[in-house]
């Protein structure tokens, strides 16, 4: 086969690249050209890279602690003398009830040993805006009934002392709650070591139950004598109950008259 001028052309372009032309006009043979480009295999297409990335951990949290229980019950409250109870008391957090207080109550009365331990029950509102225990009404009627009953809590002859159960504020007036009641007895334990009554006057039904360890309703502790951290225990109104119900003040007179005669024996 003998290839023209344009014929060698094309070829050259599909990659051939024939020969010099023989003198004389000879065929030649088709040879591939030296700058073959590489052959494409149609039938095997390109398999594409699957990318894997690499897994992605999830972020790394810091550990999160458990959920430790409340357990803030004072201590060192074992040595302390009253004014220095009172002190600590004040910014007492050993509960819950510290969060919401405007004052913790402490209580007030003799300075050194009494002869009664007149346990409430907890503040009311008043008590928190002042810090101050039955200072209206409710604290003249029990200042009354402890003077019939041979008793002060002030003045520099003051032989009763009279504090609540828990010395902070429930909110709205609610009862305290165990943990509450056993975290703020390490406060009136400490005041019964230093005041060393001869009988303690539960006044109201939270005080009376804590107290005797009882569920009965207050008229059934009453007229008897309970024990409690080794003291006797008298069961009787609370103060502001007595305000209100006049008919039950001589009930109360008997009541303060078996702690007298506890008080007495002791
Ligand atoms: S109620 Fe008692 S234990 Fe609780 S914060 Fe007040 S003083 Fe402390």
Known sequence: MSWDDRQRAMLAEMGYRLPARPAGGAPVALAPAQDEPEPIDVAAPPVPVLRVSPPVSPPVRPPVAAPVPVSRAPSGFDTLDLPALREAVAVCQGCGLCEQRRHAVFGSGAVAQASWLVVTDPPDEADDATGEHLGADAGRLLDRMLHAAGQRRSGEEATAFVTPLVKCRPPRGRAPQPAELDACDAVLARQVDVLQPRVVLAMGLQAARR????????????????????????????????????????????????????????
């Open 211 to 266: 107290l005797t360890g009882s569920t009965e309703p207050l008229g059934r502790l009453r007229g008897r004598v309970h024990r409690w951290r080794g003291l006797p225990v008298v069961v009787t109104f609370a103060p502001g109950y007595l305000l209100r119900s006049g008919a039950d003040k001589a009930a109360a007179w008997d009541d303060l008259c078996l702690a007298a005669r506890t008080g007495d024996a002791a």
